[in-house]
C-alpha cells in the first residue's frame, strides 16, 4: 500500500467511525441531542420532508419517565389467575356488553368484511384503553425517540419513530395529535407506527384514517391487523385452539393473550 492509499484508508476510517459515534445509541440524556440530529439527517437522506421531520422532532427530549416505564413491565409476569382478575371486572364486562349492543351494526359490517367477530374486538378495545377512555397522553414523538435512542430496542425504535414520521408526512395525523402511551402505541386499541401503515383503514369515508377520534376506523383496523396476522373466521381463539396464534401476534406475552381469549368468551356469551 503507498501513502496516497494509506492516506485514503485513514480518512475513511475516520469517516466511518465519526458516523459509527454519531448514531450511536445511549442510556443517559447526555448524547440524546447529537442523536436527535443524525437521526434527522439520516430520515431526510430516506426522503422524509424536512417540515415533518422539524416540525415533528422540534421539542423533543430525553423522556426519563418513558425508559422508567420500559425497565418496569412486571405486570406480564404475574399469574393469569392475578393478571386476568385484575383485568377483567365485573364493570369492564358490563361495559363491553353494552358497547356490543350499541355498535352492533358497525361490528357486523367489520365482521362481514375482515372476519373477526365483534367480542374479540371488543375486548382488545377494553383491555387496551378501557374502551377508549385512556389512550394515553405520552408524546408520541418524543417517547419513540427516546427508546430509539436507547441502547435496549434501539434498531426496532428507530424504525417505528421513521413510520412515525411517515403517517404525519401522508397526513393522518399532525404531531401535535400524536399522543398515546409510553411505547409509542396510537389509538383506541394502540397501534405501534409500523401497525398502523400496514393495517390501518378508513373505514367511516371520512379520508382520514383515525384510530384515536373514530371508533370506526379503530376497530376495523384492529380487524385488518388480525385478519392480515392470520384470523381464521368461525374458529376458537382459546389457548390450543386456530386463532389463540394471533393473539400472541397483537400482543406476544401469553397471560395477556389467555386475558384477551377469556374476555372475548365471556362478552360472547360463554363461560
Excluded at 14 to 41: I, M, P, R, Y
Amino acid at each position: 500500500m503507498n501513502v496516497r492509499q494509506t492516506l485514503t484508508a485513514a480518512a475513511l476510517f475516520l469517516v466511518w467511525t465519526n458516523a459509527a459515534g454519531a448514531a450511536a445509541c445511549g442510556n443517559s440524556a447526555a448524547g440524546f441531542g447529537a442523536w436527535l440530529e443524525d437521526f434527522k439527517q439520516e430520515a431526510a437522506s430516506e426522503g422524509m420532508s424536512r417540515h415533518v421531520i422539524d416540525a415533528a422532532l422540534a421539542d423533543a427530549s430525553y423522556d426519563r419517565a418513558v425508559i422508567s416505564r420500559d425497565r418496569g413491565q412486571k405486570i406480564f409476569r404475574q399469574s393469569f389467575e392475578k393478571f386476568s382478575a385484575r383485568l377483567i371486572t365485573p364493570a369492564r364486562l358490563n361495559r363491553g356488553r353494552a358497547l356490543l349492543q350499541r355498535h352492533a351494526n358497525l361490528l357486523r359490517q367489520i365482521e362481514a368484511r375482515y372476519g373477526v367477530p365483534g367480542p374479540v374486538l371488543v375486548s382488545i378495545w377494553g383491555l387496551e384503553t378501557g374502551y377508549g377512555a385512556d389512550n394515553g397522553n405520552f408524546k408520541t414523538m418524543q417517547a419513540l425517540a427516546t427508546l430509539a435512542y436507547d441502547c435496549r430496542r434501539s434498531a426496532q425504535f428507530t424504525q417505528e419513530l421513521k413510520d412515525a414520521l411517515k403517517i404525519v408526512q401522508r397526513g393522518d395525523m399532525s404531531p401535535a395529535q400524536m399522543r398515546g402511551d409510553w411505547a409509542g402505541e396510537i389509538g383506541q386499541t394502540q397501534f405501534m407506527p409500523s401497525s398502523y401503515l400496514k393495517h390501518a383503514v378508513d373505514f367511516d369515508g371520512d379520508g382520514r384514517r383515525d384510530l384515536i377520534h373514530s371508533t370506526a376506523d379503530a376497530l376495523a383496523s384492529t380487524a385488518n391487523f388480525l385478519r392480515g396476522s392470520g384470523w381464521r373466521p368461525d374458529a376458537g381463539w382459546e389457548e390450543g385452539e386456530p386463532n389463540f396464534p394471533v393473539f400472541l401476534e397483537w400482543n406476544q406475552a401469553r397471560v395477556y393473550a389467555r386475558t384477551l381469549a377469556l374476555l372475548a368468551t365471556k362478552l360472547s356469551g360463554g363461560q
